[in-house]
């Protein structure tokens, strides 16, 4: 077979056939006699060349469409009495479909008869594709005059036309689908096949896929428009969505939700091996969004709420499969909503039950703890109850604590191991621990307790590294509080009492932690915390300058009482905290305590040192949180030496021991004597007492009657029997360690910060009022809130409480002309 170029052939004979006359019937009998022959493979004896001659003579005598139209006949005629029958006729019964859309017969008699007709398609379409390659030569000079002028689609182009509509779209018998239609079903049962794990001739469907492609559903050939798209992908994307949709489906109810996204994302990579191996690699994109859709987008909500799905898989430590699920979802939206809200319902499930635990604790323990007050007027009963019930109740606290940073370190590490620490599920956990602590009303006051708990004991033979992650698990949750107003009233209440009472187990953690709260809540929080710190040193300046104040007096009396002060701003200190609930509600004013005459001397001695240094000052002792160190002596007893204990006793139990000294032995003197000559608060006088002469360790005197209260009436003797194996010890007294508030004392705690927050709500209006002049009413609403977020949540009907306020006295006024309600500053 001889193929001659276009341009050398036209070139060459194109000169000497002007002239010469055509015979269209007789020249085109030749040519089709040589189609003939091309199309049943016996070209090896034509002349190429000839041929390409008479077509050129035909087109050149103005002939073009009679021959264009001639080869187009030839080809329907071909197609639809040769090739088409050979196709059909390996349409056997495997491939027939019956009523149902179902074939009659087994899926290994499908698969050998539906191969044996894509092997027929194939080969005609490759035989087709030759042959008009050959006719292409041919009639190459038509191609470029006459199909080019009358804009007519080329001779190979008609000709897959022509195989689209001969073979393709036409029925095989009168109410029959088309051969098009049972190629799409026998490439998508094949596909079926492959899906169930049969083996399949991938090749041969790919070439079958190809002629698809090959093919437009017009003759203007389209891009768009290609059979590929139009007739097979639409009803294979169709047929897949159905079929993945039941299979998610099944799958929901058999399986588990591990197994569920591993076999989601199995089909998800078949797919796309699929499309490259069998199919168009132009579906892959289009099937891939199918099977997201049906197995994730459409179920992710059921495979969540499975039985074995994320709650489970939370619970049971499932992090691997929590990686899947959130893989899943990632895939078809980046938010992840339903895995987010599944998290954060979760947390919430979680913290309310811890939060709803901490309550019953506090309630359960909360009963016995109340009736601390009427103990006192109920001779008989015990407070024994009362203190093991407020330890029970700082327990409770520092459990909640330790509860709420274990729920957020376990879903931090969820988070970090299974969601790859995405910002999106990370803010959204975020946001839920927030909403759960804040939604319990003692959070921060339990906060601070935990602090409290670890600046005294907790952080005892700590590694510095040990003690940096305890602070920063503190700083951690105290960032999700919105009340920090609050919390910063418990912990100064808190820090006062380590301070003054010794109990802080290092300052320099403690100045550690206040650094750490400036830098993520600012100077203003921490501003009277330094103060408290601040006033300690000067404190310890203070007391060293007075006692060198007293050497150089030439004062050396070697049973001089030596003095420890602490001078206190009174507005930086919450020195209530040292009060119970029944002295801060019925006594506002303190009596003045009566001081024996050489603890009298000192402090009147202190008093005109300090008035010297710091004229116009005012100091008002409290000697309810002072403490003393004594020396106690005891007769000898037969056989013994006299016995000296040091004593580490409060300021009030020095006093009332000292009245003893003057004693005659043998007698002894009633709580009523005692108060009168102490002028200590009978709460106080009492609690004293019942340590000094109930506490079994430190019964350094003698109650009759005996028991275990202490009531009206009662008398006390010194207790020469005293014996201690300790020559040191301490005198505790009742209730004196920090512990969680009562009812009452919240109240007032709640109280006094209503009202701090009203000065601070005030403070805001005035300084944006200030600045801006005129302003809206919803603006000034709006910006005072966002100026106090910081340290609060405020109130709307407070802030316009205060607004009102302020316009009484003449800080604002109201703009009548404004169109909606506005204010004015007045300077």
Same mark, same amino acid.
């Given at each position: 077979?001889?193929?001659?170029?276009?341009?050398?052939?036209?070139?060459?004979?194109?000169?000497?056939? !002007?002239?010469?006359?055509?015979?269209?019937?007789?020249?085109?009998?030749?040519?089709?006699?040589?189609?003939?022959?091309?199309?049943?493979?016996?070209?090896?004896?034509?002349?190429?060349?000839?041929?390409?001659?008479?077509?050129?003579? %035909?087109?050149?005598?103005?002939?073009?469409?009679?021959?264009?139209?001639?080869?187009?006949?030839?080809? +329907?005629?071909?197609?639809? !009495?040769?090739?088409?029958?050979?196709?059909?006729?390996?349409?056997?019964?495997?491939?027939?479909?019956?009523?149902?859309?179902?074939?009659?017969?087994?899926?290994?008699?499908?698969?050998?008869? =539906?191969?044996?007709?894509?092997?027929?398609?194939?080969?005609?379409?490759?035989?087709?594709?030759?042959?008009?390659?050959?006719?292409?030569?041919?009639?190459?000079?038509?191609?470029?005059?006459?199909?080019?002028?009358?804009?007519?689609?080329? %001779?190979?182009?008609?000709?897959?036309?022509?195989?689209?509509?001969?073979?393709?779209?036409?029925?095989?018998?009168?109410?029959?689908?088309?051969?098009?239609?049972?190629?799409?079903?026998?490439?998508?049962?094949?596909?079926?096949?492959?899906?169930?794990?049969?083996?399949?001739?991938?090749?041969?469907?790919?070439?079958?896929?190809?002629?698809?492609?090959?093919?437009?559903?017009?003759?203007?050939?389209?891009?768009?428009?290609?059979?590929?798209?139009?007739?097979?992908?639409?009803?294979?994307?169709?047929?897949?969505?159905?079929?993945?949709?039941?299979?998610?489906?099944?799958?929901?109810?058999?399986?588990?939700?591990?197994?569920?996204?591993?076999?989601?994302?199995?089909?998800?990579?078949? +797919?796309?091996?699929?499309? @490259?191996?069998?199919?168009?690699?132009?579906?892959?994109?289009?099937?891939?969004?199918?099977?997201?859709?049906?197995?994730?987008?459409?179920?992710?909500?059921?495979?969540?709420?499975?039985?074995?799905?994320?709650?489970?898989?939370?619970?049971?430590?499932?992090?691997?499969?929590?990686?899947?699920?959130?893989?899943? +979802?990632?895939?078809?939206?980046?938010?992840?909503?339903?895995?987010? *809200?599944?998290?954060?319902?979760?947390?919430?499930?979680?913290?309310?039950?811890?939060?709803?635990?901490?309550?019953?604790?506090?309630?359960?323990?909360?009963?016995?703890?109340?009736?601390?007050?009427?103990?006192?007027?109920?001779?008989?009963?015990?407070?024994?109850?009362?203190?093991?019930?407020?330890?029970?109740?700082?327990?409770?606290?520092?459990?909640?604590?330790?509860?709420?940073?274990?729920?957020?370190?376990?879903?931090?590490?969820?988070?970090?191991?299974?969601?790859?620490?995405?910002?999106?599920?990370?803010?959204?956990?975020?946001?839920?621990? $927030?909403?759960?602590?804040?939604?319990?009303?003692? =959070?921060?006051?339990?906060?601070?307790?935990?602090?409290?708990?670890?600046?005294?004991?907790? %952080?005892?033979?700590?590694?510095?590294?040990?003690?940096?992650?305890?602070?920063?698990?503190?700083?951690?949750?105290?960032?999700?509080?919105?009340? *920090?107003?609050?919390?910063?009233?418990?912990? *100064?209440?808190?820090?006062?009492?380590?301070?003054?009472?010794?109990?802080?187990?290092?300052?320099?953690?403690?100045?550690?932690?206040?650094?750490?709260?400036?830098?993520?809540?600012?100077?203003?929080?921490?501003?009277?915390?330094?103060?408290?710190?601040?006033?300690?040193?000067?404190?310890?300046?203070?007391?060293?300058?007075?006692?060198?104040?007293?050497?150089?007096?030439?004062?050396?009396?070697?049973?001089?009482?030596?003095?420890?002060?602490?001078?206190?701003?009174?507005?930086?200190?919450?020195?209530?905290?040292?009060?119970?609930?029944?002295?801060?509600?019925?006594?506002?004013?303190? $009596?003045?305590?009566?001081?024996?005459?050489?603890?009298?001397?000192?402090?009147?001695?202190?008093?005109?040192?300090?008035?010297?240094?710091?004229?116009? @000052?005012?100091?008002?002792?409290?000697?309810?949180?002072?403490?003393?160190?004594?020396?106690?002596?005891?007769?000898?007893?037969?056989?013994?030496?006299? @016995?000296?204990?040091?004593?580490?006793?409060?300021?009030?139990?020095?006093?009332?021991?000292?009245?003893?000294?003057?004693?005659?032995?043998?007698?002894?003197?009633?709580?009523?004597?005692?108060?009168? @000559?102490?002028?200590?608060?009978?709460?106080?006088?009492?609690?004293?007492?019942?340590?000094?002469?109930?506490?079994?360790?430190?019964?350094?005197?003698?109650?009759?009657?005996?028991?275990?209260? %202490?009531?009206?009436?009662?008398?006390?003797?010194?207790?020469?029997?005293?014996?201690?194996?300790?020559?040191?010890?301490?005198?505790?007294?009742?209730?004196?360690?920090?512990?969680?508030?009562?009812?009452?004392?919240?109240?007032?705690?709640?109280?006094?910060? !209503?009202?701090?927050?009203?000065?601070?709500?005030?403070?805001?209006?005035?300084?944006?009022?200030?600045?801006?002049?005129?302003?809206?009413?919803?603006?000034?609403?709006? +910006?005072?809130?966002?100026?106090?977020? $910081?340290?609060?949540?405020?109130?709307?009907?407070?802030?316009?409480?205060?607004?009102?306020?302020?316009?009484?006295?003449?800080?604002?006024?109201?703009?009548?002309?404004?169109?909606?309600?506005?204010?004015?500053?007045?300077?």
């Amino acid at each position: 077979m001889l193929i001659v170029p276009a341009g050398r052939m036209a070139n060459g004979y194109k000169k000497g056939l !002007n002239g010469a006359d055509v015979d269209f019937e007789k020249t085109w009998g030749i040519l089709e006699k040589a189609f003939q022959e091309i199309h049943t493979k016996n070209a090896s004896a034509l002349s190429f060349e000839e041929l390409y001659r008479n077509a050129y003579k %035909i087109v050149l005598k103005k002939k073009g469409e009679e021959l264009y139209n001639k080869v187009a006949q030839f080809e +329907e005629n071909w197609l639809g !009495n040769n090739v088409r029958t050979g196709i059909v006729k390996h349409l056997t019964a495997p491939l027939m479909l019956d009523g149902t859309g179902r074939t009659l017969n087994t899926q290994a008699e499908r698969r050998e008869a =539906g191969e044996k007709f894509l092997k027929s398609l194939k080969g005609a379409w490759e035989d087709h594709q030759v042959c008009m390659g050959m006719l292409t030569d041919v009639l190459m000079y038509m191609d470029r005059v006459y199909c080019t002028d009358h804009r007519q689609p080329s %001779i190979f182009a008609k000709s897959m036309g022509l195989f689209r509509d001969q073979i393709l779209r036409t029925p095989v018998r009168p109410d029959s689908p088309t051969l098009l239609e049972i190629l799409t079903r026998i490439i998508l049962d094949q596909i079926q096949m492959d899906r169930d794990g049969e083996a399949i001739d991938q090749f041969l469907i790919k070439s079958n896929v190809y002629m698809l492609e090959g093919l437009y559903d017009s003759d203007q050939e389209v891009e768009d428009e290609k059979l590929y798209l139009r007739s097979f992908e639409r009803v294979f994307l169709q047929s897949s969505a159905a079929f993945y949709r039941e299979e998610g489906e099944r799958l929901l109810k058999e399986s588990d939700a591990g197994t569920y996204c591993r076999h989601a994302k199995r089909r998800i990579d078949e +797919e796309n091996d699929r499309c @490259r191996s069998t199919l168009s690699e132009a579906t892959t994109p289009k099937i891939q969004r199918v099977v997201e859709d049906e197995l994730i987008r459409h179920k992710m909500k059921g495979l969540i709420e499975m039985e074995t799905g994320v709650s489970f898989m939370v619970e049971n430590d499932k992090l691997h499969e929590l990686s899947l699920v959130f893989d899943l +979802e990632a895939r078809v939206n980046p938010q992840k909503p339903e895995l987010t *809200k599944a998290m954060q319902k979760l947390i919430v499930e979680m913290g309310t039950n811890i939060n709803r635990n901490a309550v019953a604790a506090s309630q359960a323990t909360a009963q016995p703890a109340a009736a601390e007050d009427a103990a006192d007027d109920a001779p008989g009963k015990s407070k024994a109850g009362s203190a093991k019930a407020i330890n029970q109740q700082t327990v409770a606290a520092l459990k909640w604590v330790e509860d709420i940073l274990g729920l957020k370190d376990r879903f931090d590490n969820i988070c970090k191991a299974s969601f790859a620490a995405d910002q999106t599920v990370s803010t959204a956990i975020n946001r839920s621990m $927030a909403d759960i602590i804040n939604a319990f009303s003692r =959070g921060s006051e339990y906060i601070s307790l935990f602090i409290d708990d670890n600046m005294k004991k907790g %952080i005892k033979n700590k590694s510095e590294a040990e003690i940096d992650a305890t602070l920063e698990k503190a700083i951690t949750i105290l960032r999700y509080l919105s009340d *920090k107003d609050i919390f910063e009233t418990y912990y *100064k209440k808190h820090l006062c009492k380590r301070l003054l009472l010794n109990k802080s187990h290092s300052i320099a953690v403690e100045k550690q932690m206040i650094t750490r709260m400036k830098i993520e809540l600012g100077n203003s929080f921490t501003l009277k915390l330094e103060a408290m710190f601040k006033d300690m040193t000067l404190s310890e300046d203070l007391a060293n300058g007075y006692r060198n104040h007293v050497r150089k007096l030439g004062d050396a009396d070697p049973k001089r009482v030596d003095l420890g002060i602490n001078v206190l701003t009174a507005m930086t200190w919450p020195l209530e905290a040292f009060k119970s609930a029944s002295e801060q509600e019925g006594q506002e004013s303190r $009596a003045q305590v009566i001081y024996p005459p050489s603890i009298d001397r000192v402090r009147l001695g202190f008093e005109r040192y300090y008035s010297e240094k710091h004229s116009g @000052r005012k100091l008002t002792w409290q000697t309810n949180m002072g403490d003393a160190d004594i020396k106690g002596t005891f007769p000898k007893s037969k056989g013994d030496k006299p @016995r000296t204990h040091d004593m580490n006793c409060s300021t009030y139990a020095m006093l009332i021991l000292l009245l003893f000294n003057d004693l005659p032995d043998g007698q002894s003197i009633s709580l009523e004597e005692i108060q009168v @000559r102490t002028n200590i608060p009978m709460n106080d006088l009492k609690r004293n007492l019942q340590s000094l002469s109930v506490a079994q360790k430190t019964r350094l005197l003698v109650k009759e009657p005996m028991s275990r209260e %202490i009531n009206a009436g009662d008398r006390f003797s010194f207790n020469e029997n005293f014996k201690s194996e300790f020559t040191r010890f301490k005198i505790g007294v009742v209730s004196a360690g920090n512990k969680v508030e009562g009812d009452k004392e919240r109240k007032e705690t709640e109280k006094k910060n !209503n009202d701090s927050r009203g000065f601070a709500i005030e403070a805001a209006v005035v300084r944006i009022m200030k600045q801006r002049k005129d302003l809206a009413h919803a603006q000034l609403l709006t +910006e005072t809130i966002t100026q106090l977020s $910081a340290q609060f949540k405020p109130d709307v009907n407070m802030i316009k409480k205060r607004i009102e306020s302020l316009i009484e006295r003449e800080y604002l006024e109201r703009i009548e002309e404004a169109p909606v309600p506005s204010y004015r500053y007045l300077a």
